[in-house]
């Protein structure tokens, strides 16, 4: 007899700053690790199992991630769970919402949309307490033609040139539906600079570094380095060209996700 299972999506912020990634590692400190620590004092005598829409990579965080919560038992008061497990969570992590759903439910094939930030400023150096939010580049930028190049990425393509060459299925077509650069809105504080920018990216899904490698492609660009025709070339001969650039994780950031 199949033992009764219970699912739940929880919704959260980070600042991950001072983690190694999404995914548990062992002698990392990773979110899903500290996550399972605190569900383990949480949920004593619970077995449970957490599984995340995503991995972000080291220093990334998020406005609005989640994950699935697979439990051996019901929990009683979804709103008290919230405010317990906030209360064990460090000050870093923040559950935002909790709703129940059932064993259909998929957190990986059911996103619908996900929308990346990339906040950068460039040009002189940033105030020391910026690091966890905005990549700080010293050198002169082109703005102009990095947004410019960026509504290049829009569409259908083959990205394989913006991912790890191991990663699987990377020559497949994958859809952006939009992709551009705009004054930061998102983030602001009284020791940013006069001008900083976001490079927003939207999505189904993407590959192990892709947005980064879009993000440091772009910077290439506007130091001069690449030009608009490398960056066409990228998208439709992606074995012409090899991109190495990744920029740093700390100016990323997944921004919203949506369910299907």
């Not at 994950?67 to 979804?78: H, S, V, Y």
Request: hydrophobic share 40%.
């Amino acid at each position: 007899m199949n033992e009764q299972r219970f699912y739940y999506v929880i919704n959260l912020q980070y600042l991950g700053f001072r983690y190694s990634g999404w995914q548990k590692q062992p002698h990392q400190k990773t979110i899903e690790g500290m996550i399972s620590k605190t569900l383990k004092f949480t949920l004593p005598g619970t077995g449970f199992k957490i599984l995340g829409a995503g991995r972000t990579d080291a220093k990334v965080s998020a406005l609005d991630s989640a994950f699935e919560l697979f439990l051996d038992n019901p929990i009683e008061g979804l709103d008290a769970f919230l405010v317990k497990l906030n209360k064990n969570l460090p000050p870093d992590i923040k559950a935002i919402s909790i709703r129940e759903v059932d064993a259909s439910f998929n957190i990986i094939k059911d996103v619908g949309v996900k929308e990346y930030i990339y906040l950068f400023s460039f040009g002189s150096k940033n105030h020391p307490f910026c690091a966890p939010f905005l990549a700080n580049i010293l050198d002169e930028l082109d703005i102009e033609v990095m947004k410019d190049a960026a509504k290049l990425f829009e569409g259908a393509h083959d990205f394989s040139a913006y991912t790890v060459k191991s990663q699987k299925n990377a020559n497949e077509p994958r859809n952006i539906e939009s992709c551009y650069i705009k004054e930061n809105t998102i983030l602001n504080a009284n020791f940013f600079p006069d001008s900083s920018y976001a490079l927003k990216v939207v999505g189904k899904g993407f590959m192990r570094y892709q947005i980064r490698m879009i993000m440091g492609a772009l910077i290439q660009l506007g130091k001069g380095h690449l030009s608009l025709i490398d960056i066409k070339k990228s998208l439709s001969a992606p074995d012409t060209l090899q991109l190495t650039s990744v920029a740093p994780g700390s100016g990323l950031l997944l921004n919203r996700i949506e369910f299907s």
